[in-house]
């Protein structure tokens, strides 16, 4: 049974600085993907580049950046449930409502953009509720399962498949729809199938234990408050870096072959790693590295805000029905667009940070998560 350590839980720069390197990733990989329209028509403006560009980019991003998001949300629910728990009440009621609250943003979100998080994040956020009361070493031994991929490891051990067929044909209907229909319409087919298709599509990269190991990783990390300058803490950042930078550089030469359902996902969790742990140990090291990343700050403390507008513009500049780029760009006048979005966005924030202290929807969902307290 995790008892609380009474210890304060001030904020973490550094982790809003995390969200924002994730939701800025994530709006550039959307962009590589145009929005998940992956068309069949021949693309207008094209680039030597393009191929390279995506290849980086999904060696950087694809995965990752979800993943990070992914345990930032464990650490802020160890915080809000730490902090309740020291005043002596339980915050498990008020979270699961909080979770009711982010599945009705993600509905909003996947009536523009049929790849949303947030239905599925507030499924996994539930089981954070019964996991918070185990011990550490519970929890730790809870993490070491999902870590290894265990449905892909059964499935590799006894020669299981899963048949991913329907997702291939719900993605059909809905590319169609993205290329040739209105906005209605792409809403929704979007509000009909997007949940499940996401869900399966979960499934079908490994994602489905890996976020939830990621959920419960974040929220052990805010346990032994890994984040914060203290006892030796950048110690074992500078450890967790050198190891999975080494593993990452000896599997980038490995064929994974008939492994690569199990092992792929694993090597990405590990260049996830690598990348949290280089920005934790630059972040503290290098006041340089301090000041640059405070503007990723600024647009990590509006993720949510920043992850609903990029699915509103990004699919009104690449859907057919708005500007209808997913046959107009190339992969790396996409990226461009990505990059273009990340400055109008972080503008944005910069605005509304000037006279609010929460951005506009992490202030509705703040209000509605203690409403009647």
């Known amino acids: 049974m995790y008892t609380p350590r009474n210890l304060p839980n001030t904020r973490i720069d550094v982790a809003d600085a995390l969200r924002g390197i994730a939701v800025a990733g994530i709006i550039l990989y959307h962009s590589v993907e145009h929005f998940n329209i992956f068309t069949q028509e021949i693309i207008i403006h094209t680039l ?141 087919i979007n509000l009909r199938y997007g949940f499940e298709v996401n869900f399966r599509f979960n499934v079908f990269s490994g994602r489905l234990t890996q976020l939830l190991c990621l959920f419960i990783l974040g929220m052990q990390l805010g346990r032994h408050r890994l984040f914060y300058d203290e006892g030796k803490n950048l110690q074992i950042w500078h450890k967790i870096l050198i190891i999975s930078s080494i593993v990452v550089v000896a599997l980038s030469f490995v064929n994974f072959g008939n492994l690569e359902g199990w092992l792929k996902p694993i090597y990405n969790l590990i260049i996830l790693l690598m990348i949290v742990s280089a920005v934790v140990s630059a972040w503290y090291a290098f006041e340089g590295v301090r000041s640059v990343l405070h503007h990723l700050c600024i647009f990590g403390r509006m993720s949510l805000t920043n992850y609903l507008l990029q699915s509103i513009i990004g699919c009104a500049i690449f859907c057919g029905y708005g500007l209808g780029c997913y046959y107009k760009l190339g992969i790396t006048y996409a990226v461009m667009v990505g990059v273009g979005m990340v400055i109008t966005q972080y503008l944005f924030a910069r605005f509304w940070f000037s006279s609010h202290q929460r951005g506009p929807l992490e202030g509705v969902w703040r209000k509605l998560t203690w409403l009647g307290k």
Not at 99 to 114: E, K, P, Q, T
Not at 137 to 145: F, H, P, S, T
Request: charged letters at 10%.
């Open 48 to 188: 030597p580049s393009d191929q390279t560009v995506a290849d980086v980019l999904a060696w950087l991003l694809s995965g990752k950046m979800y993943g990070i998001f992914a345990m930032l949300f464990g650490l802020s629910f160890f915080i809000m449930n730490d902090n309740q728990q020291q005043e002596g009440r339980s915050f498990a009621g008020r979270f699961a409502w909080r979770m009711c609250l982010l599945f009705l943003f993600g509905v909003i979100n996947v009536a523009f953009y049929d790849g949303d998080i947030l239905m599925l994040y507030a499924c996994y956020g539930l089981l954070l509720i019964p996991i918070s009361y185990f011990s550490s070493k519970v929890v730790w031994c809870i993490i070491g399962l999902l870590a290894i991929q265990p449905v892909e490891l059964f499935c590799l051990l006894t020669g299981t498949t899963i048949d991913h067929s329907t997702m291939w044909e719900l993605y059909g209907q809905i590319n169609n729809a993205h290329e040739h229909a209105t906005f209605w319409e792409n809403a929704l």
